[in-house]
C-alpha cells in the first residue's frame, strides 16, 4: 500500500469507517512508514481540535419566525395579479360572451396577424434584397480588379505561355480599363513572339467600339513585320470597316520583301475599304504545280 493512498483514508480510519481488511492494512503500513505516522497524528490533532469546537443551538423563535414569514410570502402571492397566460385564458372563460361573438374575435385576430407579417416580411424582403446584390456587385469588382492586377503583372512575364495566359484573362473582364488596353496595344506592336501578338489581336477586336482601341489598331499596321500578323490584322481592318487604315495600309505594300500572301491580302483590303465591295479572290500560282499551255483545238474534217 503506498502513502498517497493512506493518507486520502486516514480520516475513514480516525472514523472508523474503513472495513476490516482495509483497516487492517493501514495499520500495517502505519508500523511501516514514519512519514504516515506523523501525517496520522497531524489529522488527529486536527480532529481533537474540531471535537472541541460547540455546536450551536438554534434559537427557540425560529420556528414561529419561519411560519410567520411563510404567511407573509403567500398573502403577498395571493393579493398579487396573476398576468400569466393561464391566469389570462381562465379570466377570459370566466366571462359569458357568446360563442359566436367569440368565434369572429378570433377569426379577426387571425386575418390581422396576417396581413402584419405580410406587409413586415413583403418591407424586409425588398432592402435585403437589394443589400445582397450591392454585396454581389462589390464582390464581382473586387474580382475584375484583382484579374486585371494579375493580367497587367503577368502581361512583364519573360514566359510567352504566362504572357498568352495574360491575354486570356481580358474574356473575363467585364470592361478593361485604360492600363489593361494601354498594354494590349503594347503588346500588340512589341512582343516578340508572334503567337502572342495574335491573340493580343483576337483579344482587342471585340473592344474596338473604344475610339482608343480602334486607333490604335490602325497605328499597329506600321509595326508589324510578321505576315501572320499583318494578314490578321488587313482581316481585322475589313471587319471593323475601319477606312482610315487604307493610308497605312498602302505603306505597308511598299515594304520591301513583302511575302505575296500578305501583299495580295492587303490589295484586297484597300478594294474592298475603298470601294464597300469585297474583292474578287486571286487565284496564285502554287509552287508545286507546272502551267501547261492549252493544246489548239484540231480542226474538224468534215466528209464530202
Known sequence: MN?????????DYLSSQLSASEQVTLSAHLAECANCREELQAVERVWQTLGKVPVPEPSPHIRPDFYAMLATFKESVDTAPDYSLKGLWQR?????????????????????????????LSGQRTPTAT?????????????????????LALMENPS??????AVG?????????????????????????????????????????????RQGLVRAL???????????????????????????????LKQENLDQSVKSKIE?????????????????????????????????????
Open 3 to 11: 502513502c498517497e493512498r493512506t493518507k486520502e483514508q486516514l480520516v
Open 92 to 120: 377570459w372563460l370566466a366571462l359569458e360572451i357568446p360563442v359566436p361573438l367569440l368565434r369572429l374575435v378570433y377569426s379577426l385576430c387571425l386575418i390581422g396577424v396576417g396581413l402584419i407579417g405580410g406587409y413586415w
Open 131 to 151: 443589400a445582397d446584390q450591392q454585396k454581389v456587385a462589390a464582390l464581382a469588382a473586387q474580382v475584375d480588379d484583382m484579374r486585371q492586377v494579375m493580367m
Open 160 to 165: 510567352a505561355t504566362e504572357r498568352l495566359r
Open 169 to 213: 484573362y481580358t474574356k473575363q473582364l467585364d470592361g478593361p480599363d485604360a492600363r489593361v488596353v494601354e498594354a494590349l496595344l503594347t503588346t500588340l506592336n512589341q512582343d516578340p513572339n508572334v503567337n502572342v501578338r495574335l491573340a493580343t489581336l483576337e483579344a482587342l477586336t471585340p473592344l474596338a467600339q473604344d475610339p482608343t482601341v
Open 222 to 252: 506600321r509595326h508589324q513585320d510578321s505576315p501572320l500578323v499583318q494578314t490578321a490584322l488587313a482581316d481585322a481592318m475589313v471587319q471593323l470597316q475601319e477606312r482610315r487604315s487604307v493610308k497605312p495600309l498602302r505603306e505597308l
Open 268 to 304: 484586297q483590303t484597300i478594294q474592298t475599304l475603298s470601294t464597300g465591295r469585297p474583292a474578287e479572290p486571286q487565284t496564285l500560282p502554287r509552287n508545286d504545280q507546272t502551267y501547261t499551255s492549252p493544246q489548239p483545238e484540231r480542226a474538224a474534217t468534215l466528209a464530202v
